[in-house]
């Protein structure tokens, strides 16, 4: 059984990483300082090292050191926010194995660990995301799929089944937040290249000056810390699809060469004379208006065309509202499993509470919401003590919930639900959250005939 040391200071955060490392039949220990790790560093020998790059006591770099002095075949895998992937870079060209940014996808840490362990301890640089064939959050992990019932997921759904078994390059609108990378991974598992490789690249966590290596791969040798050759993400989705995640991010440069890519279908390692053909399909998504990059010459309108084949709108949460029980319903299951909880559900007053807020931060704010409350919660139920206060009173928004609570708007509030629904009385009463019955009695307290 691989150990692992996770230094954090964070105690949820470090907490929940422990459960779910754990129960992927790792043994795990915590420190939550650096020099509570050194400490440990010297009673044990461990297999990987997950350190954050900032600590209440020191940085992760000279814990680095501290790691590789202590056992130089320890992988160190540093964990970062994105405004200090600059240290993260250069923790890397001093030994450790990789870095990761916060927030991660549990199934990311874990398939970085597994090429740490595998790697038997040879150094590679390697930042950020590398080949990664799981569906991203926010939408559900695994094989699990879950399909909103309101029209603008059924919108999203048809346009994902249509473009899917189609070679085009398609372009993922959406806010922060709304599950851009799920519907790429969706696109790419219902297409034809389902068994290829699937690799998702945060343009804008790539620092410039190793962009092309990252993109294109490079040979040993041919800068300061290439010590081995690297596979490309061009070339490691080779026959699959490579997923640019905020696209709008790519510098001028980097465009330029990205596009010669895409139309040539070539690729040159940095420091190589050799041409690798590749065959590809590209998914982008931004939360950008890329139209405007364009206009404003920040975004190159030859790229955009290219990458603009088909475009989908991935709807904001507060215009889904049906499906957000469905969504925190699976958030709590997804949550109970990784924590090793047994949460059964949500009180009566936090699902008004839920339905009342405007989430801004749309699916990833709903999880993030949902698994902090399954791990602070004592009881069978959600309760609204544990929320946070702006979502817990949050002040009701009649014109999104289509909630009824027998006051002066209820009226005006079925006429609006039942135009949104185009007189449809089902839909109506989904959107009202009450059974047909109680609209049918209210139409008829009403007088409102259709």
């Known amino acids: 059984m691989s150990k692992i040391l996770i230094v954090e200071d964070d105690v949820a955060f470090c907490t929940m990483l422990k459960t779910f490392l754990e129960k992927k039949q790792y043994q795990v220990v915590t420190a939550f300082s650096g020099n509570e790790a050194v400490a440990k560093i010297k009673e044990h020998t461990f297999d990987v090292v997950l350190a954050d790059v900032r600590l209440p006591d020191r940085d992760g770099i000279t814990l680095l050191d501290e790691i590789l002095t202590s056992n130089q075949s320890t992988q160190v895998i540093i964990m970062t926010g994105y405004a200090e992937i600059n240290m993260a870079v250069n923790a890397i060209k001093q030994g450790a194995f990789d870095y990761v940014s ?6 990311t840490i874990l398939q970085t660990i ?9 150094v590679e640089t390697k930042p950020q995301k590398k080949e990664v064939r799981t569906k991203e959050v926010p939408a559900p992990s695994g094989d699990s799929f879950v399909r909103g019932v309101s029209d603008a997921s059924k919108k999203l759904n048809e346009y994902v089944a249509l473009v899917a078994p189609t070679r085009m390059s398609v372009l993922v609108v959406g806010d922060s937040g709304t599950g ?3 519907v790429a991974s969706s696109i790419h598992k219902a297409s034809k290249r389902s ?3 699937f690799v998702a690249v945060d343009c804008g966590a790539i620092p410039k000056e190793i962009a092309s290596s990252e993109f294109f791969g490079h040979i040993k040798g041919s800068f300061t810390g290439a010590v081995n050759d690297k596979v490309g993400h061009f070339e490691a989705a080779n026959g699959g699809t490579l997923f640019l995640d905020e696209i709008g991010n790519l510098s001028y440069e980097l465009q330029v060469q990205l596009l010669r890519a895409l139309q040539e279908r070539r690729i040159k390692p940095v420091g190589s004379n050799k041409e690798i053909e590749v065959d ?5 998504a931004t939360n950008e208006d890329l139209s405007l990059a364009v206009k404003e010459g920040e975004f190159r309108e030859d790229l955009y065309h290219r990458l603009n084949e088909f475009s989908i709108k991935v709807p904001p949460l507060k215009d889904r509202i049906e499906d957000l029980m469905l969504f925190a319903n699976h958030f709590l299951e997804e949550s109970n499993a990784e924590l090793d909880k047994h949460v059964v559900g949500f009180a009566d007053e936090v699902l008004e509470a839920f339905k009342n807020y405007t989430w801004p931060g749309n699916l990833r704010e709903l999880k993030n919401i949902v698994k902090r409350s399954v791990l602070l919660s004592q009881d ?17 928004n009649s014109k999104q919930t289509y909630g009824l609570f027998k006051n002066q708007n209820e009226q005006e509030l079925i006429l609006d639900a039942l135009e949104k629904a185009n007189g449809n009385k089902a839909k109506a009463a989904r959107m009202l959250s009450i059974d047909r019955k109680t609209l049918y ?3 008829k307290q009403y007088d409102i005939s259709l």
Do not use: C, Q, W
């Open 114 to 122: 597994e090429k740490a362990l595998n790697t038997g301890g040879v």
């Open 102 to 107: 916060k927030p991660f996808n549990p199934d």
């Open 180 to 182: 851009k990378e799920y």
């Open 441 to 443: 009695n209210k139409l």
């Open 280 to 284: 590809i399909r590209v998914i982008a």
């Open 195 to 197: 068994e290829k490789p």
């Open 380 to 396: 069978e139920m959600i309760t609204l003590s544990i929320l946070p206060h702006d979502i817990a009173y949050a002040t009701h």
